[in-house]
């Protein structure tokens, strides 16, 4: 897989790359060049062209993951929050990896991204489609004093804070749909798993995953069930380098863990209401085996869905349910 990678790294700016110098440059023969390109794509999912007279390259050009430059586009403050960098090619889960690392004493601020997901996790045990550098999958590890039942309401505190920090970096028109699904013009862009461990009376540690579509091709997406979009079409073909928008969004998210800490959920709710997009509308929640139809009434202040039905307010929480237009 190694020499795979390094091929890639080669063919990722879109241009053609001579066999010759290829092989040349990785030290190993023309002959090994073709069979390691045809293996890795494969193995990938990528389409691998190749010219007579002007060698291979990819169809779609690839942003990797560079650790150095995702550093440099770190500001200080988030730069002293960080405690671990990881980056790798292809990995499960990033969330199950930060929850495995937590268990053997990882240190908040560990973040952890890859390239592709061969298991990514979605809310509800539902598969989070990663695609190999199409779009960027990370987690981040914070801990806490206080027990998993202080922390109600953080999964919605990291939606507000990664619409807000999209907006930043030029989207407009992002919204969400409780509990933190990243919407932009009604379609799926994004997405957040929270997943908490701890004692009830504490301590406790939380790993915060986040899927954001950046470009992705059509064939890429079909396994999603809902309508989605990437950031590639969101903004006309100009999104922010992949690296500068993880480091933007790594910016923003423990900056928010650790403010979570100090202050809870109370002052994210007035910007949650801002961003939420289904305010006064018809859904339908499933609770269980159940569907229930309402009008969605908001959030309440422990973060709570309201749901106003025929029977009178209900109030439902994140782990029970799941909400459809």
Not at 3 to 32: F, K, M, N, P, Q
Not at 230 to 257: K, S, T, Y
């Amino acid at each position: 897989m190694q020499r795979g990678l390094d091929l890639i790294r080669v063919l990722a700016d879109g241009d053609y790359h001579s066999g010759e110098l290829i092989a040349r440059r990785l030290g190993i023969s023309r002959t090994a060049v073709w069979k390691a390109l045809a293996k890795v794509a494969g193995q990938l999912d990528l389409v691998v062209e190749r010219a007579p007279g002007r060698g291979y390259r990819l169809a779609v050009p690839l942003q990797l993951l560079e650790p150095e430059r995702l550093l440099r586009a770190l500001p200080t403050a988030a730069a002293a929050r960080l405690s671990r960098l990881e980056v790798l090619p292809q990995i499960d889960s990033t969330n199950l990896r930060l929850l495995a690392e937590a268990a053997a004493g990882a240190p908040a601020g560990s973040v952890c991204l890859a390239e592709r997901q061969t298991a990514g996790r979605g809310r509800r045990g539902r598969t989070w489609v990663s695609p190999f550098a199409a779009n960027l999958y990370l987690s981040v590890l914070w801990r806490y004093p206080a027990g998993p039942a202080a922390l109600g309401g953080v999964s919605l505190a990291a939606g507000v804070t990664v619409a807000a920090a999209l907006q930043r970096l030029g989207l407009a028109e992002v919204g969400l749909k409780w509990p933190n699904d990243l919407l932009w013009r009604g379609r799926k862009l994004g997405g957040l798993l929270l997943e908490v461990v701890g004692e009830a009376q504490g301590p406790s540690h939380l790993v915060v995953g986040l899927g954001v579509n950046l470009r992705m091709e059509a064939d890429q997406g079909r396994a999603i069930d809902q309508p989605w979009v990437d950031l590639f079409q969101a903004l006309d073909g100009r999104p922010p380098e992949r690296n500068v928008l993880a480091a933007a969004l790594i910016d923003a998210l423990l900056e928010m863990l650790e403010r979570f800490g100090q202050v809870g959920l109370r002052p994210f709710l007035a910007e949650w209401e801002r961003y939420d997009l289904l305010r006064g509308q018809r859904v339908q929640v499933q609770l269980g085996d159940r569907v229930i139809a309402g009008t969605y009434a908001g959030i309440a202040p422990d973060g709570a869905l309201r749901l106003d039905t025929p029977a009178g307010r209900l109030c439902l929480h994140a782990g029970e349910v799941s909400l459809r237009l």
